[in-house]
Nanobody, 117 residues
Framework: HVQLVESGGGSVQTGGSLRLACEVS????????FAWFRQAPGKEREHVAD???????YYSNSVRGRFTISKDNDENTVYLQMNSLRPEDTATYYC????????????WGQGTQVTVS
């Protein structure tokens, strides 16, 4: 059973940086893909970035060039490095996982709050 636990959220000023971490257990690196989503109050959930089992990455237009997703299979952790943060990046950030042959993410963390002011 795959479990995801996020950490690293907090409050930061505009232009600052944060690194989110998602510790993963119960998975196989060669068969799982991971993503970061975010949701602000009153807004729909947004797919921010993802990384597949081969390390290929995707970014939404809103974060491309500022955020970097990576994974460390030895540490069983997926990271989201967030630079040049803006107030509109304020949201609860969720780590998610799925088997590579499925389209939908079915494993979710509890979320971590990021506030940019």
């Amino acid at each position: 059973h795959v479990q995801l636990v996020e950490s690293g959220g907090g409050s930061v000023q505009t232009g600052g940086s944060l690194r989110l971490a998602c510790e993963v257990s119960g998975y196989t690196p060669s068969t799982h893909c991971f993503a970061w989503f975010r949701q602000a109050p009153g807004k729909e959930r947004e797919h921010v970035a993802d990384i597949d089992n081969d390390g290929i990455t995707y970014y939404s237009n809103s974060v491309r060039g500022r955020f970097t997703i990576s994974k460390d299979n030895d540490e069983n952790t997926v990271y989201l490095q967030m630079n040049s943060l803006r107030p509109e990046d304020t949201a609860t950030y969720y780590c998610a996982g799925r088997l590579k042959w499925l389209n939908e993410y079915n494993y979710w963390g509890q979320g971590t709050q990021v506030t940019v002011s």
